[in-house]
């Protein structure tokens, strides 16, 4: 999954050919380590992304809307500053090395022309995005003091220098394919892909792989099972696909159709056990391969602080729990308190101070003894009234646990769909209801300065049925409570899963008589928008929306019902089957 040398000389050619001569419009840093050119060219307007983020580094040309922060951070606030308006005069790679470098044209504050470099640097954990101007850092995406590495600091003001190479055969030098023919034959007892990983330079694990496999028809053979003549035709045949242009431009995907990794070449070497997806260039393939993780990576950051603050609420009330279900399970014995005090009463003539003990006929039990410790230091009657009062405190911390126990359930209930929330929220407005709703809850604290500014809801999911029913899915726990109650008519169908957390799913009638299929499908829909969306058979409630009632003072998102029926299904995604 890892963007190689090779993969980024491809992406260098598209960029040349779409973005040279750019001029910078717009700077923005969706992301911690993000960056987005707006470039405007004479054919139109390009979105070049740059991201250093380990899980994803790359960089191409994008047709994706990300939301950016209200503020912007103070490195972009830079950027913006050093590169609107430059013009981007070049784009050079050394070698197949996975490392770019996008020369602009700009000007200084008082408008004397400058050169200005920004570096993509792709290396794993260790990449970044490094603005320099005459050799010199001004900033990166990372910085890098002495203590993170012993080759290089990478921190404003000081020199830029490249990361050390690696002593491996770049394929567009003159006898390339020969020379690493040869290296890779002097280690015959060495895997033949990692002998391929170790000599090529900027060729992938997948690449390695699939090398191997074409010179040996297997992925697991050492170099000695195979010959000089099937290394040197395998590594000619990649040297040609470099020096002219990819033979593919394929995405592989497992059984499930989630895309694992992607090629420049046409990966053969999972036979019939994945599908391949070929796309017109590189650019959109790396669009269409990071978009979902990129959103939900991105979610899961930016709702960082809010994971571990639900995930710490509901820890505290579990515990909480367990401790009032302990102390309940003490009040059960609260009935033989009772008896004790009215048993020690109904013998006060035959009791006296001093004894550590009653040995008294329990006419509750047949008039067997019954032995009941007491304090010498009380007369009996003052036992008996420490026996009711025992018993009196007994059944109120009954009745006050209960309650206790009732509503920390209903809270975990209710921590559980915010959770559900958080996984789907997409945007930073949507983290910003779901935060408010924390707020107004008591869970958080408000922000010195007043009420957090907030900004327009987005709409809740739509989508149609096969049968052209409107459904809508609510975001969060306060637009469950507004799509139910609000927006939803009397005979609209009313769906949520049965004991898990998801979304409230409204199936719009529109004055037409609700099919079957249409509430299979959307009871689907309301599957996919909950915690058991990975399940294989979900129960998904169904009724009418004038039987959903809310209890006076639930939290955001309950409600109740009586009427109602259950549908076992399997979740899909809606806007997959579109």
């Given at each position: 999954m890892a963007l190689d040398g090779i993969t980024l000389h491809f992406i260098k050619k598209e960029l040349e050919t779409a973005i040279l001569g750019a001029r910078v419009e717009k700077v923005h840093q969706p992301g911690k380590a993000e960056i987005v050119l707006l470039l405007r060219t004479r054919s139109g307007v390009f979105r070049?992304?740059?991201?250093?983020?380990?899980?994803?580094?790359?960089?191409?040309?994008?047709?994706?809307?990300?939301?950016?922060?209200?503020?912007?951070?103070?490195?972009?606030?830079?950027?913006?500053?050093?590169?609107?308006?430059?013009?981007?005069?070049?784009?050079?790679?050394?070698?197949?090395?996975?490392?770019?470098?996008?020369?602009?044209?700009?000007?200084?504050?008082?408008?004397?022309?400058?050169?200005?470099?920004?570096?993509?640097?792709?290396?794993?954990?260790?990449?970044?995005?490094?603005?320099?101007?005459?050799?010199?850092?001004?900033?990166?995406?990372?910085?890098?003091?002495?203590?993170?590495?012993?080759?290089?600091?990478?921190?404003?003001?000081?020199?830029?220098?490249?990361?050390?190479?690696?002593?491996?055969?770049?394929?567009?030098?003159?006898?390339?394919?020969?020379?690493?023919?040869?290296?890779?034959?002097?280690?015959?007892?060495?895997?033949?892909?990692?002998?391929?990983?170790?000599?090529?330079?900027?060729?992938?694990?997948?690449?390695?792989?699939?090398?191997?496999?074409?010179?040996?028809?297997?992925?697991?053979?050492?170099?000695?099972?195979?010959?000089?003549?099937?290394?040197?035709?395998?590594?000619?045949?990649?040297?040609?696909?470099?020096?002219?242009?990819?033979?593919?431009?394929?995405?592989?995907?497992?059984?499930?159709?989630?895309?694992?990794?992607?090629?420049?070449?046409?990966?053969?070497?999972?036979?019939?056990?994945?599908?391949?997806?070929?796309?017109?260039?590189?650019?959109?393939?790396?669009?269409?391969?990071?978009?979902?993780?990129?959103?939900?990576?991105?979610?899961?950051?930016?709702?960082?602080?809010?994971?571990?603050?639900?995930?710490?609420?509901?820890?505290?009330?579990?515990?909480?729990?367990?401790?009032?279900?302990?102390?309940?399970?003490?009040?059960?014995?609260?009935?033989?308190?009772?008896?004790?005090?009215?048993?020690?009463?109904?013998?006060?003539?035959?009791?006296?101070?001093?004894?550590?003990?009653?040995?008294?006929?329990?006419?509750?039990?047949?008039?067997?003894?019954?032995?009941?410790?007491?304090?010498?230091?009380?007369?009996?009657?003052?036992?008996?009234?420490?026996?009711?009062?025992?018993?009196?405190?007994?059944?109120?911390?009954?009745?006050?646990?209960?309650?206790?126990?009732?509503?920390?359930?209903?809270?975990?209930?209710?921590?559980?769909?915010?959770?559900?929330?958080?996984?789907?929220?997409?945007?930073?407005?949507?983290?910003?209801?779901?935060?408010?709703?924390?707020?107004?809850?008591?869970?958080?604290?408000?922000?010195?300065?007043?009420?957090?500014?907030?900004?327009?809801?987005?709409?809740?999911?739509?989508?149609?049925?096969?049968?052209?029913?409107?459904?809508?899915?609510?975001?969060?726990?306060?637009?469950?409570?507004?799509?139910?109650?609000?927006?939803?008519?009397?005979?609209?169908?009313?769906?949520?899963?049965?004991?898990?957390?998801?979304?409230?799913?409204?199936?719009?009638?529109?004055?037409?008589?609700?099919?079957?299929?249409?509430?299979?499908?959307?009871?689907?829909?309301?599957?996919?928008?909950?915690?058991?969306?990975?399940?294989?058979?979900?129960?998904?409630?169904?009724?009418?929306?004038?039987?959903?009632?809310?209890?006076?003072?639930?939290?955001?998102?309950?409600?109740?019902?009586?009427?109602?029926?259950?549908?076992?299904?399997?979740?899909?995604?809606?806007?997959?089957?579109?």
């Amino acid at each position: 999954m890892a963007l190689d040398g090779i993969t980024l000389h491809f992406i260098k050619k598209e960029l040349e050919t779409a973005i040279l001569g750019a001029r910078v419009e717009k700077v923005h840093q969706p992301g911690k380590a993000e960056i987005v050119l707006l470039l405007r060219t004479r054919s139109g307007v390009f979105r070049l992304m740059l991201s250093a983020e380990s899980a994803s580094t790359r960089i191409h040309l994008t047709n994706l809307q990300t939301e950016n922060p209200q503020n912007p951070p103070m490195l972009c606030m830079l950027y913006r500053k050093h590169l609107t308006g430059a013009v981007l005069r070049g784009i050079r790679q050394a070698g197949l090395d996975r490392i770019l470098f996008l020369d602009f044209d700009a000007a200084s504050e008082i408008g004397d022309p400058v050169q200005l470099t920004l570096c993509m640097e792709i290396t794993g954990q260790h990449s970044n995005i490094i603005l320099l101007r005459d050799g010199k850092i001004l900033d990166a995406v990372k910085r890098v003091d002495e203590t993170k590495s012993s080759y290089r600091e990478v921190l404003p003001g000081g020199t830029y220098v490249l990361p050390p190479r690696q002593n491996k055969v770049d394929l567009t030098s003159e006898n390339a394919a020969e020379e690493a023919a040869e290296r890779i034959s002097q280690q015959p007892e060495q895997l033949l892909s990692t002998a391929f990983m170790k000599t090529i330079e900027g060729i992938s694990p997948i690449v390695s792989r699939e090398l191997s496999f074409r010179a040996a028809g297997d992925t697991a053979c050492t170099v000695g099972q195979v010959g000089k003549p099937a290394i040197l035709r395998v590594l000619q045949m990649l040297r040609d696909t470099v020096l002219t242009e990819p033979r593919a431009h394929c995405v592989v995907c497992d059984a499930e159709e989630k895309p694992f990794d992607f090629s420049f070449l046409d990966i053969a070497q999972y036979g019939a056990f994945c599908k391949k997806i070929e796309y017109p260039s590189f650019c959109a393939l790396l669009d269409a391969f990071y978009e979902e993780r990129d959103r939900a990576l991105r979610a899961r950051r930016k709702a960082g602080d809010l994971y571990k603050t639900v995930h710490t609420l509901s820890e505290r009330t579990a515990r909480k729990l367990n401790n009032q279900r302990a102390q309940l399970q003490e009040c059960a014995d609260k009935e033989h308190l009772r008896v004790c005090a009215e048993l020690i009463n109904a013998n006060l003539y035959n009791l006296e101070k001093g004894a550590s003990f009653y040995e008294i006929p329990n006419y509750y039990a047949d008039y067997a003894p019954e032995r009941i410790s007491v304090n010498p230091a009380l007369t009996p009657v003052q036992n008996a009234q420490k026996y009711y009062k025992a018993y009196k405190k007994a059944v109120t911390a009954e009745k006050m646990l209960l309650r206790f126990l009732e509503e920390g359930e209903q809270e975990l209930v209710y921590f559980d769909t915010v959770l559900d929330a958080l996984s789907r929220a997409e945007t930073e407005s949507e983290l910003a209801l779901i935060r408010q709703e924390l707020i107004d809850g008591g869970y958080l604290k408000r922000k010195k300065g007043g009420k957090l500014r907030l900004p327009k809801p987005a709409p809740p999911y739509r989508f149609e049925t096969s049968e052209g029913f409107t459904v809508l899915v609510g975001r969060n726990n306060v637009q469950n409570d507004k799509l139910t109650l609000k927006i939803a008519k009397n005979y609209d169908m009313w769906l949520h899963t049965q004991n898990f957390a998801g979304s409230h799913t409204i199936l719009v009638s529109d004055n037409r008589e609700i099919t079957d299929r249409a509430i299979e499908e959307a009871a689907a829909i309301a599957a996919y928008f909950s915690s058991a969306k990975d399940a294989k058979k979900v129960p998904v409630d169904y009724t009418l929306v004038k039987n959903i009632k809310k209890p006076v003072g639930a939290k955001p998102g309950k409600v109740i019902y009586h009427v109602y029926n259950t549908l076992y299904v399997t979740p899909k995604n809606p806007q997959t089957e579109k």
